[in-house]
Every structure is written in structure tokens, then in C-alpha cells.
């Protein structure tokens, strides 16, 4: 894709990813962009590369608007091999006078790249440099998500560059949030919120008040990955307004039943309590893990108020697709939920308490011992899994 000039001077020059279905563990079934950003200045500089494989792409959008070897600084607001595999093939053909980056940036690039030689210039929060018509101030977001992590505001463009955060995994071939599809759009940024984000969504709090406190003007958050946020109702506001949201973490009157079954017999538990809350008349969702990919999975959680997982029991374990459930659950610490666990069983019956458990570990407020059915539940076996959807759809309903 042709580089795309996002405002005077300032230009999108990264790659768009369409064939990636897999990023470490998150299923981007829609592809991905990797977003790198030109600044044509007295010093031209580059925010951010481009995933190993793509530095070709990123080199032909920079040829078409200077030579490479005109780039005088490229900043590295993180690590992470996405925004910095193609590094050692940009600096070989930029020779940047500096490579800026936050001091964990710095040691995270010799960790990854083993280069003493290249010309890094550590920055830290409220630092500035100047680039000639503008003013790059740089605001270190550690933990969002990495150590090394920072964005870079362009004081005179009120543009914020803000490496992963407010991004989304969606390859389209428009760059801005205001020309493609509004839910599906939001759709993906929460769901890139619920997989990459949510566990730091007290550092994203106290980043929202920080940026607030200091009075940035924002007119363009210009993201990593996905589309740019240029005008409201579909730019900086909304997608600000949508982070301080999900980073409460406040839930909803919706419950999921996450689930995986052997002979169908806690599938027929699941639906059980599916009956019980519906005749509380909250959002029910049932998700087969067979059927639905853990970071869909989570982008339900994102705000749901209960979560209710059921597993078979399988060599006194729970099936390998609970296990990896809760896995991922347990790493990205949803809060202010209640929950629940059930299962159906032959002879030993570990998987139920094995999950109520985890519930309990990851800090979900359990409303329920669990429950279990052996074998093939009948009407009797299925009425305390009904019960369970009741209690849990008031419990839901009180808030
Ligand atoms: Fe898009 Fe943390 O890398």
C-alpha cells in the first residue's frame, strides 16, 4: 500500500499484513497493519518499523517521498518484534544520525539485536527534541504493555503516536477510523483492548489522568496498528472515551457459559443454566471452546459480570481447551466479575472443582459450589444447573 499522508508533513509509510492469523496466541482473522510514520522536517525523522519480512514495504512507501538515506532519526517507541523486526535492515539503509528510545528501550534493542554500534539517544518522560517546524515530546508508558514502552506527541500537529495503544488487528486498505465500518471497527480495538491490554488497565487509568492533567490537545492519535483516529465522533474522543470504559472494567448484565464437553453431557449442563438466566433476562452467550477462539473468548469478557466454565473430566484433569482458557484468563486478570463452575463426570469428577478453583485464584467472586453431573445428567441432574442460571441472573440484576 502507498504511503498515505495523514496530515502536512506527516506520513503513513508502514505495511499492511492481510495473510497473519495467528499473533502469538490471538486470532487475527482479519489480518494486521504494522504502522510507521514519516515526518518530513529539517529533520526527517521515522516513528516505528515494520515486522521482519516487511522492510521491503516500508522502504518503497519512504523511497517514494525521500531517499532513505535522508532519514535523520528514527524513533523506536517499542520493541516488540512487529514494530522492530525490520530494523536492522532500515538502519543499514537509513544510518540514522540518532535512534531514539526510552532507556528500556534501549536495553531491550542490545537484547534483540546486539548492536553496540547503532547511535541510541535515550529519552525519558517530558524530554523534547526538535525535529525544525516541530516538537516531538515523548511520554513513557511502561507496562503498556512492555517496559520499553512510550509514545510520541508532535506538540504543533497535536498528533499523539502511540505505538500499541488504541490500535486494533485489522487489515483494511483504508488508514483512517472515520472510512471503514463503525462496529466492526470497534469490535476490534476492544477486542485488541481485551488481549493485550486489560490486564494494565490500572496503568491505563492513571494514563488517562495523566494526559488529562498535563492538557494535551489531541486531534490525531495515530496507532501501531489498524486505523487512525483523526476526527470525532470516530477519533481521539471515542476511542479514549471507549479505553477509559473498558479499563474500569465495570461489568454488564451479560453472562458467558465457556465451555468444552466430551459426550455432550456438560453441553447439556450448559444449556441448563443457559435456561435459568434467560428467565432472568440478562445477555446469555454460549461459547464452545471447540468452536471459539480464546481471544474471542476474551473480547466477550471484556464486559461481561459473570462467567460460568464448565469442563468433563478427563484423567482427573479438565480438558486441555479449559486449561487454556483459564490460562489465558488467569495472565490477563479480568476484574469484577462473579463466577461459576460445573462439569459432568464418569468415576473421579476433578475438572469442576479443578475450574472453581482457578476462579477462585484469578480472584472471581465464586457464587456457587460447583456443580456436577456423573455420566448423562437426567431432569433431576439438570434442575441445580437451572438454579445456578437463576442465582447467577439476580445476582447480575442487583449489580
Ligand atoms: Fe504491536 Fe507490543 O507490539
Redesign the pocket.
Known amino acids: 500500500m502507498p504511503p498515505v499522508e495523514i496530515m502536512k508533513g506527516v506520513y503513513w509509510v508502514g505495511a499492511v499484513d492481510w495473510n497473519i492469523r495467528d499473533f502469538h496466541g490471538y486470532s487475527t482473522e482479519r489480518g494486521t497493519s504494522y504502522n510507521s510514520y514519516l515526518v518530513i522536517d529539517d529533520k526527517i525523522t521515522l516513528f516505528d518499523t515494520v515486522k521482519k519480512g516487511f522492510a521491503s514495504d516500508l522502504l518503497h512507501n519512504v523511497r517514494k517521498l525521500v531517499d532513505p538515506e535522508k532519514i535523520d532519526y528514527i524513533v523506536v517507541n ?1 520493541v ?1 518484534l ?2 522492530s523486526g525490520s530494523l536492522p535492515e532500515v538502519m543499514e539503509a537509513a544510518k540514522p544520525e540518532k535512534l531514539i528510545c526510552s532507556k528500556m528501550g534501549k536495553a531491550a534493542l542490545l537484547s534483540h539485536f546486539h548492536r553496540e554500534d547503532w547511535p541510541y539517544q535515550t529519552v525519558a518522560t517530558g524530554d523534547e527534541i526538535s525535529l525544525g517546524q516541530r516538537t516531538v515530546a515523548f511520554l513513557e508508558t511502561k507496562m503498556l ?2 517496559p520499553d ?1 512510550m509514545f510520541s506527541y508532535l506538540k504543533e500537529d497535536k498528533l499523539l503516536i502511540s ?2 495503544g488504541f ?1 486494533q488487528h485489522w487489515a483494511t486498505s483504508k488508514r483512517f477510523a472515520d472510512e471503514v465500518d463503525q462496529p466492526e471497527l470497534m469490535r476490534h480495538a476492544a477486542k485488541y483492548y481485551a488481549n ?1 491490554l486489560l490486564l494494565f488497565s490500572d496503568r491505563v487509568q492513571k494514563l488517562i489522568e495523566t494526559v488529562t492533567e498535563m492538557g494535551l490537545q489531541i486531534d490525531v492519535i495515530a496507532p ?2 489498524g486505523l487512525i483516529w483523526r476526527k470525532d465522533p470516530t477519533g481521539p474522543g471515542a476511542i479514549v472515551a471507549a479505553y477509559d470504559q473498558w479499563s474500569k472494567q465495570a461489568p454488564s448484565k451479560k453472562a458467558l457459559i465457556i465451555y468444552d464437553s466430551m459426550w455432550q453431557s456438560t453441553e447439556t449442563m450448559a444449556k441448563a443454566i443457559y435456561a435459568g438466566l434467560l428467565e432472568k433476562n440478562v445477555c446469555v452467550k454460549l461459547l464452545n471452546l471447540k468452536y471459539v477462539h480464546r481471544s474471542d473468548v476474551m473480547a466477550e469478557v471484556l464486559d461481561a459480570g459473570a462467567l460460568i466454565i464448565g469442563s468433563a473430566t478427563i484423567n482427573n484433569g479438565m480438558l486441555p481447551t479449559v486449561a487454556d482458557i483459564l490460562s489465558y484468563l488467569k495472565g490477563l486478570r479480568p476484574a469484577n466479575k462473579i463466577g461459576a463452575a460445573f462439569g459432568s463426570y464418569g468415576w473421579s469428577g476433578e475438572a469442576a472443582k479443578l475450574v472453581s478453583q482457578a476462579l477462585v485464584e484469578m480472584k472471581i467472586e465464586v457464587v456457587s459450589d460447583p456443580i456436577r453431573a456423573k455420566y448423562v445428567p437426567d431432569h433431576e441432574a439438570l434442575a441445580p444447573c437451572v438454579d445456578l442460571g437463576r442465582k447467577i441472573g439476580d445476582l447480575l440484576n442487583q449489580g
Open positions: 517499542h516488540e512487529d514494530h504493555h512492555w514502552s505505538s500499541d490500535g493485550i501501531d496498528h
